[in-house]
């Protein structure tokens, strides 16, 4: 009965197999990119101390580049704007950058270092830095 449910569970949030999983992240995805924000930026470090200890493992530049998208994010919201559509198809929402310290705050993962976490994450980051420099506020 216990696996029966299991199964069932796992193919409820699966958006490969359920269609309204599918369009839940659909959705989802949509909205974060309208702000150029990620999953991950949406967890408050300050409502889950394992997500404020996964921020400061995180390399500085990683921290900074999510702190630079919800302050971009805001200062759209105020204003009661969109980004740009060009910047929204660059836009990456659930490229998360949280679980593996999340895994490591746990234990159930090997003591690894920063390359094997994050091989992608410091380019990433430069190319964000740049489209935030061609974000121009009105």
Not at 13 to 18: D, F, G, T
Not at 30 to 55: M, Q, T, V
């Amino acid at each position: 009965m216990s696996s029966m449910l299991s199964a069932l569970s796992q193919w409820f949030v699966n958006p490969r197999r359920n269609p309204l999983a599918r369009l839940h992240m659909q959705t989802i995805s949509s909205r974060l990119r309208k702000y150029g924000l990620r999953y991950d930026d949406l967890y408050d470090p300050k409502h889950d101390l394992d997500i404020k200890e996964a921020l400061e493992r995180l390399p500085r530049e990683v921290v900074d580049a999510r702190h630079q998208r919800l302050k971009r994010a805001m200062d759209l919201s105020m204003k009661h704007q969109y980004l740009s559509d060009d910047l929204q198809a660059r836009q990456t929402p659930f490229r998360g950058y949280l679980s593996d310290m999340l895994d490591l705050r746990s234990g159930s993962c090997k003591v690894v270092t920063e390359k094997d976490i994050c091989p992608d994450l410091f380019r990433e980051t430069a190319m964000e830095g740049q489209m935030a420099g061609s974000f121009k506020s009105n």
